[in-house]
């Protein structure tokens, strides 16, 4: 594991592995980076907006769990994305078939259950008059 996070910092380490490839897969590479790191930067920017700009939800400290779990959510991608990033290019280098990860349908299941959390907690709300 440290292994890992040492290549993630290390630029050199990966430039000595196979052979240089066509620049338009690492860019690629980069752009789809890039994506991930947004996501995650948007899901810290959604947590911090629950925890400052939500009103007072029907059920105790869930506008505080709200917040935590999309700033954990937001860091996990940060991390995913650099690691995957780190991954695919060493993958490219080496010829080899990109590695394949499940983290994107995770990704969408917490978010589809999450959102379908906040459908109950508005309705919930909204009945009860608050």
Do not use: K
């Not at 400290?61 to 991954?87: F, Q």
Request: positive net charge; without cysteine; glycine residues 8%.
């Amino acid at each position: 594991m440290w292994q890992a996070i040492r290549r993630w910092f290390d630029p050199s380490d990966l430039d000595s592995v196979g052979t240089t490839p066509d620049y338009r897969f690492s860019l690629a590479n980069e752009r789809t980076f890039l994506a991930w790191l947004r996501t995650g930067l948007a899901l810290i920017a959604g947590g911090l907006a629950a925890a400052q700009f939500l009103p007072p939800l029907p059920l105790r400290h869930l506008r505080e769990v709200i917040a935590v779990a999309l700033l954990l959510l937001g860091g996990t991608v940060a991390v995913r994305a650099v690691d995957h990033w780190s991954r695919t290019e060493r993958a490219i280098r080496l010829g080899e078939r990109l590695p394949a990860s499940r983290f994107p349908a995770v990704l969408a299941l917490v978010v589809a259950v999450g959102a379908l959390l906040l459908v109950v907690a508005v309705l919930v709300r909204g009945v009860s008059g608050r």
